[in-house]
């Protein structure tokens, strides 16, 4: 199955808050992807870490990746509203193509 | 530059009939991908293009099929449409394969009545 889980489905926050979640995946990837999505319209990428990465940053953005847990992390630090949209990782498999998992995570911040 | 475009955004169909979705790459990808996205299941792989060829396919039955012609221009189409095909359809582009960012349209919205 091409379905990982993100957790938490559903995250709440106050402004300025850090916000984290995290996803895990099944197969061997050669990078990693965070991508968002604002109210059902299209997904804007966010941040890439390869697989031979283990921490990557962009402005208030820091990523994680585990490969021997087969997971990844990503943490908004100062989180503000305008970061409320739902968060979804997507992985290039070794065998070339790209999967986005489940239902993501829905990010709520509350000014 | 401009980015990825889908057309049309909005399209209601009835039971039966059959729909065939647009998506035009940024100018020099060579690659697209197409995602459903409902409610229920979150975001589904369809299926992706490079080069005109379709290189995957997702879990999707015989009904979706896809295309890519010679100037990365893809098409997909779904014949029978039945009421659980209402969904957000994504195309995303890309320049190469792999390790690269996916770049998506604004999706076409398909309601089945």
């Not at chain 2, 955004?9 to 990808?29: A, F, M, W």
């Not at chain 2, 979150?42 to 293009?49: D, I, K, V």
Request: proline letters at 3%; hydrophobic letters at 30%.
């Amino acid at each position: 199955s091409q379905q990982g889980e993100e957790d938490p489905q559903a995250l709440s926050i106050q402004e300025g808050e850090n916000a984290t979640m995290n996803c895990s995946y099944k197969t061997s990837i050669n990078n990693l992807q965070w991508y968002r999505q604002n109210s059902g319209r299209g997904l804007v990428h966010l941040i890439l870490i390869r697989s031979n990465e283990r921490e990557k940053h962009s402005g208030r953005l820091r990523v994680t990746l585990d490969t021997s847990k087969k997971s990844s992390s990503l943490l908004i630090t100062a989180s503000r509203a305008a970061d409320t949209a739902s968060y979804f990782c997507a992985t290039d498999g070794t065998g070339g193509f790209k999967t986005i998992f489940g239902a993501g995570t829905r990010l709520f911040v509350k000014a | 530059k401009a980015g990825v475009t889908q057309t049309p955004r909005y399209l209601i169909k009835t039971r039966g009939q059959q729909v065939t979705l647009s998506c035009s790459p940024i100018s020099g990808h060579r690659s697209v991908s197409w995602y459903q996205q409902t409610p229920g299941q979150g975001l589904q792989f369809l299926f992706e293009y490079f080069s005109e060829t379709q290189r995957n396919k997702g879990n999707f039955p015989g009904r979706f099929s896809g295309r890519q012609f010679s100037n990365s221009r893809s098409e997909m189409n779904v014949s029978t449409l039945e009421l659980g095909d209402s969904a957000l359809y994504l195309c995303a582009s890309s320049p190469g394969i792999t390790n690269t960012e996916a770049f998506f349209g604004q999706g076409t919205r398909l309601t089945v009545v």
